[in-house]
């Protein structure tokens, strides 16, 4: 209504002064920029009220037909007390799948709220981009798995618990949650060797910086696990330093464990992570999911695991072992590229007559300069290319 914010109560009183006496009542509505069905109720209100009436009344209900009984209000803070980790949505969701028709999505934040079960989120501020890092974000099971280590904390035994967590991106199932003996590169790989024959191979897998995913001190933070798992043919993605929100899901999915496992000093048993795991991708709705379950979408990948080839082929150039030093031999001289690759062969292109390309598997390590006997680093961002892997399979690593 077009009232004059400064003058608007006397505006109203001279119109319903007005309205009382004149034979066009809709001419006076236009006279006033207002509408018809506005002008009857100010002058209802005015008859009604007199100049009381002529005030702005509150917006509010006066009455809530569909206000939460008491019986409603407890069990939304039994199912929050049950899983203490979901927000207001999921609480709402496993409600309403529990009892069909369910309040607003509002009254369960103010249910918990008042209950002092919620907090305000921290942002964080985002950083320059790091090794390896390109953002991608999966578009359907198995495009990428996420991987890391749960901080450790100590169960009512008080036996040390740091279990490896491993989730696939796209529909947050949860494909493992175990705790190990260590963090070892050979125990790792186990895991992922279970998992890859139970689930396939992802087409990519992001990690943090930490060992043994990756080693800041190397190239490209190539381990021997990564380099595993470039091997067969699965892509690296890793979050950038001082950056966890690159991996926010993963983050968000430790948050969980700490405040159901950990809080409660559970997880020095392999059963309570199952049981975990299960109810985490069996029952616990997702508000990305339109509060499916993870289990509902996730899917095994055509990709099967058939072991790791003996060796990495390369067409259209020339092959070299890289050695226990971690050097191949290139043109005379010895060049130094990574331990973390002795065992396996690396490619290497002719740019033209004073640099080559070096490559492993799909990814450009970086180019010698065998006139200055020289080997420069890939920088961030580096191409890659396919790969024709050996048809052998079997190999163990070194």
């Known amino acids: 209504m077009p009232w004059k914010e400064t003058d608007a109560m006397n505006q109203r009183i001279e119109f319903v002064l007005k309205a009382l006496k004149t034979d066009n009542f809709r001419a006076l509505c236009g006279e006033y920029g207002i509408s018809a069905k506005t002008g009857y109720k100010w002058r209802e209100r005015f008859l009604q009220d007199g100049l009381n009436g002529m005030g702005e009344h509150s917006r509010r209900p006066r009455s809530s037909p569909k206000g939460l009984s008491e019986a409603e209000v407890c069990e939304i803070i039994r199912i929050k007390q049950k899983h203490r980790a979901w927000g207001p949505r999921k609480v709402r969701a496993i409600y309403g799948r529990a009892h069909g028709q369910t309040p607003s999505e509002s009254s369960f934040k103010r249910v918990l709220e008042r209950a002092g079960y919620t907090e305000k989120r921290r942002l964080r501020k985002m950083q320059e981009a790091g090794r390896l890092y390109s953002g991608k974000r999966a578009q359907a099971p198995n495009e990428v798995w996420t991987v890391d280590f749960k901080g450790w904390w100590y169960g009512a035994q008080g036996r040390r618990c ?201 990814l450009l390590l970086g180019q010698l300069e065998p006139a200055t006997a020289s080997f420069h680093p890939a920088q961030p961002g580096s191409p890659q290319k396919e790969i024709s892997p050996a048809s052998d399979a079997g190999k163990e690593e070194r």
Not at 199 to 217: E, K, Q, Y
Not at 219 to 228: E, F, M, V, Y
Not at 251 to 276: C, F, M, S, T, V
């Open 162 to 362: 740091e279990p490896l967590t491993v989730r696939d991106e796209y529909s947050r199932y949860v494909l493992d949650l175990r705790a190990l003996p260590d963090a070892r590169t050979q125990s790792v790989r186990q895991s992922f060797e279970r998992l890859f024959e139970k689930h396939g191979l992802p087409g990519a897998i992001r990690s943090d910086n930490g060992s043994p995913f990756a080693n800041t001190a190397a190239i490209l933070g190539l381990t021997r696990l990564s380099a595993w798992w470039l091997v067969l043919g699965i892509d690296l993605e890793r979050s950038r330093p001082g950056c966890p929100q690159d991996n926010g899901g993963h983050e968000r999915l430790h948050l969980d464990i700490h405040w159901e496992l950990e809080k409660q000093r559970l997880g020095e048993e392999q059963a309570h992570l199952d049981e975990w795991r299960r109810t985490f991708n069996e029952e616990r709705p997702h508000e990305a999911l339109a509060m499916k379950f993870p289990a509902e979408l996730y899917r095994s990948s055509d990709k099967k695991y058939i072991g790791a080839p003996e060796d990495i082929t390369y067409e259209n150039m020339a092959s070299r072992k890289v050695q226990t030093t971690g050097a191949i031999g290139w043109a005379g001289a010895h060049h130094f590229i990574s331990t973390a690759l002795q065992g396996w062969s690396v490619g290497v292109e002719p740019i033209d007559q004073e640099r080559c390309n070096v490559w492993f598997g799909s």
